[in-house]
């Protein structure tokens, strides 16, 4: 669902009533509250008036105020906000919003799904299955099939939580274990050792890849985890990647293909995804893989001359978050893929 553009006459003497929604309930709560008040900072507050709400608690008085909200922006992270919980609220309450439907947000949430979605789309992905807390695999059979190290996720969090790199077979039943605690599934996969980007697209039809940025963590962390993503000076973040025109070309093609299909994915929100090149150093040879996480970062966008006001609220190159409905099914992106020569 698209968010209503004003009418330029009409907003002449009104603002537009935004609900802008942060916190809720997720294990990312904090960082939603950080997202939030980014996202508040960055509004024009001569053309919004901003109403904001905590989903954890304000869910009834959203619901009560409906009627006189224009739009709302979704800056929620994880469960009961990226997963179409929220989305299917909304829809009932009649408030537009910016990104994801609620069958996009649900699918492309759930890994195993998405995962699944992208292999039929013809999108490589690293080799993987899905253990069941009901039936747990047998570790040989695992190691067997995929060797190690390996990747063991929960099906549906986000920001590495629950994650772990198994790097022996002696670490798989913890890691089982780790990722259950989230999840009655888990999706395991072949770990790829190398130099992380991450890939930004924006835009429906038109699609604009954005300059990709090299993840850097500091050597304290095994990968790019919580801690590693949300610590200020963590991680380095180098625009644009350290690789080649070639790896960097194939890398925004692919993130294209990802963020229109299979899942339809459009909006003027963005959509993200993260890669791992499977060569030290960078070589146009080399493959590029998945890291274990899904990032939600908008790379490279400041290096185009814009900012998170521009995406907002638009800077007549490109459809802002803010923007028209056109009858299209909004997705986010949540797959991962595998870029190869």
Not at 110 to 129: C, F, H, M, R
Not at 132 to 155: M, N, Q, T
Not at 217 to 243: N, S
Request: proline letters at 9%; glycine letters at 8%; a negative charge.
């Amino acid at each position: 669902m698209s968010l209503k553009e004003p009418d330029p006459g009409i907003m002449e003497n009104k603002k537009l009533k935004i609900a802008l929604l942060a916190g809720g309930k997720s294990e990312e709560r904090a960082v939603s509250l950080e997202s939030g008040e980014q996202v508040f900072r960055a509004l024009d507050q001569s053309r919004y008036e901003v109403l904001r709400y905590d989903p954890a608690t304000e869910l009834p008085l959203l619901a009560a105020q409906a009627e006189k909200i224009d739009a709302a922006l979704i800056i929620l992270h994880g469960r009961m906000g990226e997963d179409g919980t929220i989305q299917g609220m909304l829809d009932s309450l009649g408030i537009p919003y910016q990104g994801s439907g609620v069958l996009g947000s649900a699918i492309a949430m759930n890994k195993v799904l998405s995962k699944q979605l992208y292999v039929q789309a013809g999108l490589p992905t690293p080799p993987g299955i899905v253990a069941d807390r009901s039936k747990p695999p047998e570790v040989s059979a695992v190691i067997e099939s995929l060797g190690l190290p390996l990747v063991i996720k929960p099906e549906h969090e986000g920001s590495s939580i629950g994650l772990t790199i198994a790097r022996e077979a002696k670490d798989l039943l913890s890691a089982f274990a780790n990722a259950w605690r989230f999840d009655s599934r888990c999706l395991v996969e072949k770990y790829i050792s190398g130099i992380e980007i991450t890939a930004g697209v924006l835009g429906n039809d038109d699609l604009l890849a954005l300059p990709l940025i090299e993840i850097c963590p500091d050597e304290r962390y095994e990968f790019f985890d919580y801690e590693a993503k949300y610590t200020p000076g963590a991680t380095k973040e180098i625009c644009p990647a350290r690789i080649s025109p070639e790896l960097t070309e194939k890398a925004q093609q692919y993130a294209r293909r990802a963020h229109s299909a299979p899942l339809r994915l459009s909006a003027g929100a963005p959509s993200s995804a993260l890669y791992r090149l499977a060569r030290d150093p960078p070589s146009p040879r080399g493959p590029v893989h998945p890291s274990p996480e899904y990032v939600a970062l908008v790379p490279g966008r400041r290096e185009r001359g814009g900012s998170m006001e521009h995406l907002l609220a638009g800077d007549g190159r490109r459809r802002p978050v803010l923007r028209p409905p056109s009858g299209e099914v909004d997705e986010h992106r949540r797959g991962l893929i595998e870029l190869t020569e």
